[in-house]
């Protein structure tokens, strides 16, 4: 057997998963492309192993155990793509930069007095909506230092 023609499949095949990777913007083409890219490492590992004509047949027990973990990572990756979309409705992933509750990130990186008092909605033993409005005490005065 040739090497070279499963080589190059496999090299074509780790190629277009790359540029799923890089190019897509939807999780679930995204975990394709991985899963491209995984069967292009076995396609070789068999072939090397043909090849090689090794008689403990390392490259496909190594190739059984990538598709365990395949299948494993498929699993786990849609169940969090699913959980993202009934949380977001949505799956692109340039959407999905900060994984906050609200889709803004959870400490102000910008410094902005307005945002500071959005974090604080979190703190123990003040109400959410005292600390939005900029109450210190929680009494609902609305002075609070402003």
């Not at 057997?1 to 540029?19: C, D, E, I, N, R």
């Not at 973990?69 to 699993?75: C, D, L, Q, S």
């Not at 803004?104 to 604080?120: F, L, V, Y």
Request: glycine content about 12%; overall charge neutral; proline content about 3%.
């Amino acid at each position: 057997m040739h090497l070279t023609y499963p080589t190059v499949v496999a090299a074509l095949l780790f190629s277009v998963g790359v540029y799923g990777v890089l190019a897509r913007r939807n999780a679930i083409l995204v975990l394709m492309s991985v899963e491209l890219m995984l069967n292009a490492v076995n396609l070789n590992l068999v072939a090397f192993d043909v090849w090689l004509r090794d008689r403990l047949h390392g490259g496909q027990a190594l190739t059984l155990f990538t598709i365990v973990i395949a299948a494993a990572e498929v699993g786990l990756g849609l169940a969090i793509v699913l959980l993202v979309f009934r949380n977001r409705r949505t799956i692109d992933v340039d959407r999905l930069r900060a994984l906050a509750e609200d889709g803004t990130a959870s400490a102000p990186a910008s410094g902005d007095p307005e945002r500071a008092g959005e974090t604080a909605a979190a703190a123990p033993g003040s109400s959410g909506a005292a600390a939005r409005r900029g109450d210190r005490d929680g009494s609902g005065a609305g002075g609070g230092g402003r």
